[in-house]
């Protein structure tokens, strides 16, 4: 077992969660607030998120920081292979020769081999692709572990994470569960936590958002009983069930207000406009000293925009499946 760290002078950025636990902000492009890591400090030390490229060099001085060498990090685990959360995957091997890297299946390739992945998030995000994320390096193939439906992670002393595939946010989507303490480490599938508003909002973006797989999740999340929620954006929760069904109530709001809207123009921007006048326009605002930077990232990443485009992504294709079902229906009668 590692020695114990002294929490008293650890730097801002690094929060003790008990234990072993320590939440690290990942600093996107420079950004405090945005992305939250996990170092679980045990007998197999282990990192959940790593976020962006940029982000490589400050876990490394986080991990320094409490206490461990980069050769005692056992494990390295990614909820999913979106760039603000897997972008450094590549570094952060590099970092820590003897980690092992895992992830779900569906995301695994894209690991070893990001060309694709960086090519589609180019045609996203275009010119701000490198401010907000930077280039994903590729991490060699023999280091990373996929896992499917569920997988274990050994994070010594009998304690392990156990991994849970929980699709909508993204086809390559998975929660955590720390068989320890009960921590649940949601990712994005809940949505975007901010913890100085308390306000909770989905995260759908194109183009794997799925209503239906969401749902599917959250029941899952709420059917695990766990005693915490850790959200890669941002932060541990405590109230564990209350915060499952806010997760729902918004996404479900979300969702009939673009279909509303969708149905009667279908014009992305009328959705979007209309989303940002119903629902977000109940969402406190940010306190002032938070970071504009902070600020704008947070609504780039999961504002009304990227949101309303993930949700009329997946209208549409509901509405060609339902239309192609009919068709072949009446090709049979």
């Not at 982000?55 to 760039?83: N, Q």
């Not at 274990?152 to 390559?172: S, Y």
């Not at 564990?240 to 069904?245: A, F, P, R």
């Amino acid at each position: 077992m590692h020695d114990d760290v002294d929490v008293s002078g650890l730097p801002e950025g690094i929060t003790p969660l008990g234990d072993d636990i320590f939440a690290i902000d990942t600093m996107l492009a420079g950004y405090p607030g945005i992305v939250s890591s996990y170092l679980i400090r045990s007998e197999r030390p282990c990192i959940v998120e790593v976020g962006t490229s940029t982000s490589a060099r400050v876990l490394h001085e986080a991990v320094t920081r409490l206490g461990l060498a980069p050769e005692d990090l056992a494990t390295i685990v990614v909820t999913h292979i979106h760039l603000d959360h897997a972008g450094g995957t590549g570094d952060m091997a590099a970092l820590f020769p003897n980690a092992e890297i895992v992830v779900h299946e569906r995301g695994a390739r894209h690991l070893a081999d990001p060309s694709r992945l960086m090519h589609s998030a180019a045609m996203v995000w275009g010119d701000r692709l490198d401010t907000l994320f930077g280039r994903m390096s590729p991490t060699e193939g023999t280091r990373i572990r996929a896992v499917a439906g569920t997988g274990e992670i050994d994070l010594g002393g009998g304690r392990k994470l156990v991994t849970h595939h929980a699709p909508g946010h993204a086809k390559h989507h998975m929660g955590l569960v720390d068989t320890l303490t009960g921590d649940l480490y949601v990712g994005d599938a809940l949505g975007v936590y901010k913890p100085l508003t308390g306000d909770l909002s989905p995260a759908t973006p194109p183009p794997d958002f799925d209503m239906e797989a969401c749902l599917r999740t959250l029941r899952l999340f709420g059917d695990i009983g766990a005693r915490r929620l850790m959200f890669s954006h941002f932060g541990a929760v405590t109230s564990v069930s209350e915060t499952i069904d806010r997760a729902e109530a918004e996404l479900r709001l979300w969702v009939e207000t673009v279909r509303e809207s969708h149905g009667s123009t279908g014009d992305l921007d009328h959705a979007i406009a209309m989303v940002r006048d119903k629902v977000v326009s109940r969402y406190k605002p940010l306190p002032p000293e938070v970071s504009p930077g902070t600020a704008e990232i947070l609504d780039t990443l999961s504002g009304a925009e990227t949101n309303v485009s993930g949700i009329v992504h997946w209208l549409d294709r509901l509405a060609q499946e339902q239309a192609e079902a009919r068709r072949a229906e009446e090709e049979r009668a």
